[in-house]
């Protein structure tokens, strides 16, 4: 490929997003198209833990070219079909040519830890290097959450806040930066399975939406607990945030239990780990969990109390359990094609 165009920047962008989890959930769209939602909310980065995306344009090709992980995706697969139909509200008019698009993750896909966040985050600062757009961080999170709503959150390391916004465009529902540090916060994430989830988010949050009975108290209070957690953070208040967090998730999940049909994303490993976590905090150790599209456990705890989780979870595989500091950098992945 050569550079000969001014639509293109660079020959290859490479761009790096982490992935991020929810303290107060995402779960409920005013607008299906743009990913606009019902209320805000909040999260924390999961550090070196996310997405590489290397993206160029290669001049002779006929049609895009998408590997994950190394493996060439079918561009018929679902999961080529969302990208390249995000890819085509960007791709330049009237240049033979296609994109070629290199991602990869480290971490389990699909899983409930929220790959499509970091994929879409990264893709759209690679398509922003590449075609030397110069946009901020606001304006990309507005693109990101295009491709998928919690992409908009995964634009930033560490706590990062996404606002509901008002308007139809979706121009002021965008993720910002709450700039705290924090650094004896830990993840630990304990994942029963590596398959692939049954019913996506995307379906399953459209379901709550639409037949569970009391989906606007849901949302009523989620707005609540959007105040409450950011002030938590902004004060360092763990109790406060973690009480949030836990009650975020399991009225998230609850309003799945409440839908026709009913979704649970839950399995039996899932429920021992919760009653862990709870006796762990009976006994003095703080920490809270969180549960997303799927049947992983992500618990928020102090550095200083490491030890006492890794007693927790001796007697568990220990390929099902990933350590993450929230605050560490990732390292370059990608060589050059
Ligand atoms: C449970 O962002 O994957 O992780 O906007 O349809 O792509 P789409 O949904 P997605 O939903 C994430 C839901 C969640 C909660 C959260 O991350 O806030």
Redesign the pocket.
Known sequence: MTKSNSLFACERALAWAPS???L????G?RD?AL?L?THG?L?LALGDKGTWTELSWDFFADQDFVSFNEKQLNLESVEAARLLKFLDRFRPAGIKGAYRVRTCNNIPTAA?L?S??SG?AALVKALNKLHGWNLDSKKLSVLA?I?????C?SLYAGFAI?HEGKRADGEDSYAESLDVAWPGLRWLVFMPSKDKKEL???E???QTAQTCPWFNTWVTQSKVWLEEAKEAVLNQNFTKLGQIMEASSLM?HASMLSTQPWNLYWKPQTVDMMHRVRQLRQEGVECYLT???GPSVKILYFENDRLHLEKMTQDLDASSLLWVNPWSKPEEKLRSV
Request: charged share 20%; hydrophobic share 40%; aromatic share 12%.
């Open positions: 991020n989890i929810a107060v959930k995402y779960w769209k299906h990913n939602p909310s999260s409930g929220a499509s966040a879409f959450r491709g998928s709503g919690s992409a959150r996404w996506s988010s995307r399953a949050m459209k998230m549960m997303d599209a």
